[in-house]
């Protein structure tokens, strides 16, 4: 996109040359009259039906191998099948017989509450062969007798023997199916790690048979090949190196590891660079950044400066102003005392005044306090 005259890939030009050189051998072997033969080559078609005669041989030993393994997979897997059923059913069966022996009705610890000769087997009628026969209307228990003690404690002790026994053969039934399970399983592990080992084994068989099959057939096939496949191979070697020289001369001699800067210069925008060509600014680039920085350095620094000064004017007309308010607030704090002093005086004078102009109303004027006859008559003359 940015780079117009851009020289061919080597790699591309060896690949090509090479791919040249090939069709010029091909054609002139099969131009040639010496050695160009007519009609059908024989001993390729042969060499190739043997191929295929071994390949179809390699193919059914395979599958015969791989039908018989199966066969005896599935004859394993049968017997494995076989007894697991053999095992279940023995289980089963024992498993009813402990049922038939140990579990029967009589022995249940609830079978007391549900028993239906229960109220006639509670007080029995004769309590001995010596006991007078009793009336229907007679005693034959009394309250707090208890005559079936020993009994009762037989069979709690039977019961408890019972249970410890039935929780012994449980865990030794559930030990011995755990070690069945794992059985089965070490077994079924076994067997598939043997199938998978013989699989493996039948397939690089079968690998080294392909290969050594293919190798004899590329001796059958003569020496001839053989050297042209050689020369061949040496021809795209030294092509190979050829281009690897000439790459590396190319990036040694090309612009893209010198340090040009006018290798990174746009061609239709010379203000942009090629970010792939670029290598970094030039001398004057960075001097020219760097003057420009320090002018702006000194830009702030003058503004710094004028930033300092204003702020400091305006500290001292705070100052002042502050100073000002001060002078302010104490004139009228001492205009407000002098207005209270002759205020305070002019109160004092009023009140000397009027005190002055009282006593001269109660020793004077007001000399004769009214009787209660002047009252009645003021009240009789209001009515």
Known sequence: MYKVDLSPDPKEMAAIEARRNREKERQSRFFNVQTRGMGVDVKALNSQVEEQKLRDTTEQSKEATYGTYQKQYDLVAQLLEKEQAERTRRLA?????????KQQLRNRPQYNLWNPSRLWMEFPACLGRSDPPCGLASLQCFAGEDR??????????EQFTYGLERQLQEQWQVTADEKCVDMLSDQLRLAMDMRSTQTAKVEESHRVAMMSAMANTNKAQGPHQAAELAERQRREWQHEQEANFIEIQNQITSDLLTENPQVAQHPVAPHQVLPYCWKGMTPEQRAAIRKVQEVQRHEEEAQRQADQARVAKWGSQTLCLAQATMELQEQERELSAEHRRGLGSFNQQLAKEQKAQQDYLNSIIYTNQPMAQYHLQFNTSSH
């Not at 069966?93 to 022996?101: D, G, I, M």
């Not at 079936?148 to 002790?157: D, F, S, V």
Request: with cysteine.
């Open 93 to 101: 069966k024992k498993l009813q017989e402990f049922r038939e022996q």
């Open 148 to 157: 079936e003690r020993a009994t009762c404690l037989k069979m709690q002790q």
